[in-house]
């Protein structure tokens, strides 16, 4: 078998096998049938959050963001540009701190927006502030 990535499903929180040859193809979930690699930026609840950081293989990049933070809604497009530009060599999911504030808690997280890059379980590196996509795309590229 080719080697294999393990994907959590940003949807339904299951965890899925797929091939690193099969990432630019669309994979689904095997449980939900949602796309598991989409070069869109998914919108994460905290279980959600804590599944797909602790289990993916394929390095994620979670926006910590909130709606009434200037910045954060400057930066959106940038990053949603910066998610389609790095469809199948990267993921890229957000949530909302106010909404959950418990997860600013944990992380230690003083202000948003701030981009967290996770892979197998660890966060590799942070990037805060607001951001151009050829800033984000950078940052992915010499951490992952």
Known sequence: ????VKLVCETCGQANRVPRA?????????????????????????????????????????????PWCGPCRMMAPE?????????GRARFAKINTEEFPAVSQRL?????????????????????GARPAAEIEAFVASHA
Do not use: Q
């Open 1 to 4: 078998m080719a080697e294999a």
């Open 22 to 66: 099969r990432l630019a193809e669309g994979p689904k979930c095997g449980s939900c049938g949602d796309p598991l690699v989409t070069g869109k930026v998914a919108e994460l609840d905290l279980a959600t959050h804590d599944k797909v950081t602790r289990g993916d293989e394929l390095p994620i990049v979670v926006d910590y963001w909130a």
């Open 79 to 87: 990053f949603a540009k910066a998610a389609g530009a790095l469809k």
């Open 108 to 128: 230690g997280i003083r202000g948003i927006p701030l981009l967290v890059l996770w892979k197998n379980g660890r966060e590799l590196a942070r990037l805060p």
